[in-house]
């Protein structure tokens, strides 16, 4: 489905995602903006997941409808088949800019293998390879790394690369961590999440690359979220 209400979350990732979004936007544009150093951009209206649609997610084309991106060169199906990436949040700026979320609570989340057989898993394999060589990737075992291991994290990659690279599409890939979810044992400080994705990324062979200054890494303390008149944190630049 490319739809898929969620319901109101009571832990994890999908929990603060849902907080950030319809509780505290301002927050959550702030640590984005900062992140990507785009501060002076409008602000981010997100679209999902929102509450009055059963905090929905979206997948596949109408992702795509929900912040109104064209693409004009290659179709997404010519790229990626069906059931692809389903983001925890969407988010557009008015003068068009598009923000792709992917949001974690605790380490064991960076892992993930993909489950894709016959046409769809050689479609993806072409996929992650022209992102790879565009990329420049030259890290040893890395089709195993970005098929079984951080599979999650390549398939976002590839996904910028094809909307900001083969489309030309603002677009920003944003990875949000949340520190301190003590429900579900996460990383209590920035440093150990930022020691976990080094890791990662070196497996991957992606820690600096074509498109790194469209992915952002976000680190949002969910003590912060969890206050309803939270101060604004002041800026880390």
Known sequence: ???????????????????????????????????????????????????????AEYSDQEALAQVRLEIPRKSLADFWPERGPNWDALGVTETGQVFLVEAKSHI???????????????QIERALVATRDFLDVRTPNVEHRWLCDFYQYANRLAHLYFLREINHCDVYMVFVYFVNDREMGGPSTIEEWK?????????????????SKYVGDVFIPVDELALETAPMPASRA
């Not at 020691?195 to 498109?211: D, F």
């Open 108 to 122: 064991d989340e960076l892992k993930s293998a993909c489950g894709a057989k016959g046409k769809s898993l050689l």
């Open 1 to 55: 489905m490319a739809r898929i209400p969620q319901g109101k979350k009571d832990r994890g990732s999908q929990k603060w995602t849902q907080v950030a979004v319809n509780e505290r936007p301002d927050l959550l544009n702030h640590y984005v903006q900062e992140s990507l150093g785009l501060a002076a951009l409008p602000a981010i209206r997100w679209v999902s997941p929102l509450e009055k649609v059963e905090y």
């Open 195 to 211: 020691g976990a994705i080094r890791l990662m990324e070196s497996l991957l062979g992606v820690h600096r690359h074509k498109l």
